[in-house]
């Protein structure tokens, strides 16, 4: 049985009981990784290595259920919460010690509505998924130049120097 500990949102240290864990792992489809678990290590990996932050749990979210398990979980649990897209932020904003880190990671589908000439893409969509899509429709965006950077924190703070700024 996995014993999981994750900082309250609100300070102080909180050990899931296991009953409760245990129905998150139910609804949950993605990896749910302790510190003890295979894969934690490279799970908590982000772009800048010098970024050595271990949270009590990562959920590693396959799609929107998973997002809406992981949110209602935290809540519910006063957690601390760390949110990971692209992992490119340079002071490591998306992983915090001892917090629950939601990853969206593998959520990188992105959609075109040509009409509109606007992209909905998935919280852990990169900016070169994003270009492969709108590129495929004549369409381009500014944002910027690394296709791994994530669009959510390009979009939520970025999007500056693309390859068309000179224009
Ligand atoms: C090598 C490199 C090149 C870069 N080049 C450029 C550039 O050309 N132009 C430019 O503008 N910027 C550039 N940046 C900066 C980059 O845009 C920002 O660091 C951006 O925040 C990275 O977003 P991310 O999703 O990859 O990072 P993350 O570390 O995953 O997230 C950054 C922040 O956004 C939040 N966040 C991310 N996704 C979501 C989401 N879906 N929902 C809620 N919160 C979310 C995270 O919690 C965190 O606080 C570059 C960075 C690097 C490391």
């Known amino acids: ?9 609100k300070g102080g240290q909180s050990e899931i009981d296991e009953a409760a864990f245990a129905r998150l792992q139910g609804s949950f489809r993605g990896r749910l990784l302790a510190p003890s678990d295979d894969g934690y290590e490279e799970a908590r ?12 749990l990562i959920a590693e979210c396959t ?20 949110v990971r897209g692209g992992g490119h932020s340079w002071p490591g904003h998306s992983i915090a010690d001892n917090a629950m880190m939601i990853d969206l990671s593998q959520m ?3 959609r075109v509505d040509l009409a ?5 893409a998935e919280g852990g969509a990169q900016l070169g998924d994003l270009d492969h899509e709108t590129q495929a429709f004549g369409l381009a965006t500014p944002g910027g130049v690394m296709s791994e950077t994530g669009v959510g924190g390009l979009t939520l703070g970025g999007g500056v120097q693309g390859w068309l700024v000179g224009k």
């Open 45 to 56: 990996k982000v772009w800048n290595g010098l970024i050595d932050r271990r949270p009590g």
């Open 116 to 120: 509109k000439k606007t992209a909905r």
């Open 63 to 82: 799609g929107v259920a998973d997002v809406i398990a992981a949110v209602n979980f935290a809540a519910k649990n006063d957690l601390l919460v760390s």
């Open 108 to 110: 990188r589908g992105v």
């Open 1 to 9: 049985m996995t014993t999981v500990q994750i900082d309250k949102a």
